[in-house]
């Protein structure tokens, strides 16, 4: 009786594995994205003095919620091309954000027009450049055609022309994730207009394969060396987040970045697999800002990029697992108009980021560009 009950519960056992692991992973329903994105346009369309506390604190989480909220909008008129009118309404407003106010107060001076004598931060420049992109992707006629052409133009040149092919987030930092949104800005500036800079992304890669990855795995380090910093080794928050702009200008590299981060940095429990901060390392500690708390070395952005990585790399199986983690953790707050999330257990609200990370990375699709554009 006992063996008996052992297989039965070995069946079980195997059956609820095979259900958990099977590539189930969908986009989520049209109706339900737009309320998610009904949410991301009423935060973005506040005034500074209503905005959620969480941004009004850190200029860069303001400055994501833009991006990523832009990002995520552009991936909704792709999967949906009846969304195109919204995306392109919402994208306008959160471009808008990113040249006045705090976030522009934050990176340049806001008196002086945008251009690479008064910005020198790639995490803005890059950043805005990519949403002018999509801008122009989303509506042919963006007025802000000739602002992405000005900023391609000195991104272009001065990426190639820095030491490492990198530019500063901020004076003496320089972090390769930056980066690479900068560089799939000049791909979509290429998609769009026919301009040459996709040469250099390409000429970007074969050079950060060189000099800009991990001599034992290959993946890229999330600091290169300079003469204000050292070297810092691959980050799982960070090549997730490279992962997801590596995309849009080398998707075969993208897929090998993903695979070699999977491999180092992720344990495979079966029903789902989970990904560390830092390569075989299990400390349970506060973190950094990037990180944030580390669980036996385990961060919730490395699960979350990865998540996105994989929707975006058609990795259905672990799409499915990543997306049931994040579920367990969170709950959807719903109105008629807006999906928005809680943290499960708790009465804790999500930040807008939080939010704009999600729906980017569940939506994740390649950026067609339309005939009349090129």
Request: net charge neutral.
């Amino acid at each position: 009786m006992k063996r008996k009950m052992a297989l039965a519960f070995g069946v079980v056992l195997l059956v609820l594995v095979a259900a958990f692991s099977r590539p189930t992973y969908h986009y989520p329903s049209s109706a339900g994205l737009r309320q998610k994105a009904h949410y991301l346009e009423r935060i973005i369309s506040q005034p500074e003095a209503e905005t959620p506390e969480l941004l009004a604190l850190n200029a860069e989480w303001s400055l994501f919620s833009m991006s990523y909220s832009t990002y995520a909008f552009t991936n909704m008129a792709q999967l949906d091309s009846s969304f195109r009118p919204e995306a392109a309404r919402y994208t306008s407003l959160a471009i808008h954000k990113m040249l006045t106010g705090s976030i522009a107060q934050a990176f340049r001076n806001p008196n002086a027009a945008v251009s690479s004598d008064s910005v020198t931060s790639v995490l803005y420049l890059g950043h805005l450049n990519l949403m002018l992109g999509c801008h122009l992707l989303l509506d042919p006629n963006s007025p802000y055609k000739s602002l992405h052409d000005s900023l391609s133009a000195s991104l272009h040149r001065r990426l190639a022309a820095a030491p490492n092919h990198c530019l500063e987030s901020y004076p003496g930092g320089v972090w390769v994730p930056d980066n690479t949104v900068a560089l799939a800005s000049l791909q979509l500036h290429s998609d769009l207009t026919g301009s040459p800079y996709r040469a250099f992304c390409q000429q970007w890669v074969a050079y950060a394969r060189q000099h800009l990855s991990d001599p034992t795995t290959g993946l890229l380090l999330s600091k290169p060396a300079t003469r204000h910093q050292a070297a810092e080794e691959p980050r799982g928050s960070h090549l997730g987040w490279s992962v997801f702009f590596l995309y849009r200008f080398a998707p075969a590299y993208a897929a090998e970045q993903y695979q070699g981060y999977q491999q180092h940095f992720s344990t495979n429990f079966g029903i789902t697999r989970l990904y560390h901060e830092r390569a075989g390392k299990y400390e349970t500690r506060e973190g950094d800002i990037d990180s944030g708390p580390l669980i036996l070395g385990y961060s919730i952005p490395a699960n979350a990029f990865a998540f996105g990585n994989a929707v975006a790399l058609g990795d259905w199986r672990n799409a499915q697992r990543l997306r049931r983690v994040i579920s367990f953790g969170s709950r959807e707050l719903e109105t008629p108009q807006e999906i928005s999330y809680g943290v499960r257990f708790v009465d804790l609200s999500v930040s807008p980021l939080a939010e704009a990370l999600l729906l980017n990375a569940e939506t994740m699709t390649p950026w067609q560009i339309p005939p009349k554009s090129k």
